[in-house]
């Protein structure tokens, strides 16, 4: 996001998020408004560094639902970019969700992929920094976040972060 007007980003100094946090008088972006003001740099750094997936997921948010399904569809090249970044995790697939009859396609609706893709930059940002998950959003008992549905989101594997520890 190369925005022109200071308003259209994250408060937060040098943050290209997008502001969608009132903390203040500021907005601020999700992964400025769960960390603690010490993190801010560190919240920061790592946004500025994984500006590629934000910026992914700006232009996915602006294409045509219809220039995204279908053999050729957009989803093929996001698959394909993630891929090039390291992040074959992030690319649309089919997540299986118990409870529910048939898989969920992401190959078939930006806005599923959209859902998962700010999630897991979310809580990647904050794993990286250390931010406690629980703290940002809460789980209720037997429930799991969008990012962990079919093992997504645990460990090294999806985050970067460290592997968790069977208890």
């Not at 053999?71 to 409870?99: F, I, M, N």
């Not at 809580?123 to 920094?129: D, N, Q, R």
Request: overall charge neutral; glycine content about 12%.
């Amino acid at each position: 996001m190369n925005p022109t007007d200071d308003s259209l980003c994250c408060a937060a100094c040098g943050c290209v998020g997008f502001p969608t946090v009132k903390a203040g008088g500021s907005w601020v972006c999700a992964q400025h408004a769960a960390a603690n003001a010490t993190q801010w740099p560190a919240v920061t750094r790592w946004i500025r560094e994984h500006a590629w997936w934000l910026n992914l997921i700006y232009r996915v948010q602006q294409m045509s639902p219809h220039k995204w399904v279908g053999p050729q569809g957009r989803w093929r090249a996001v698959g394909a970019y993630c891929e090039r970044h390291g992040r074959s995790d992030l690319a649309p697939t089919v997540r299986t969700v118990e409870g529910l009859p048939r898989g969920l396609d992401e190959r078939e609706s930006a806005a599923l992929w959209l859902y998962r893709a700010r999630g897991l930059f979310c809580e990647s940002c904050l794993v990286a920094v250390k931010t406690p998950m629980d703290a940002v959003m809460p789980v209720a008992a037997g429930e799991e976040r969008a990012g962990e549905v079919g093992g997504i989101g645990e460990g090294n594997e999806a985050t970067g972060g460290p592997e968790k520890e069977n208890a």
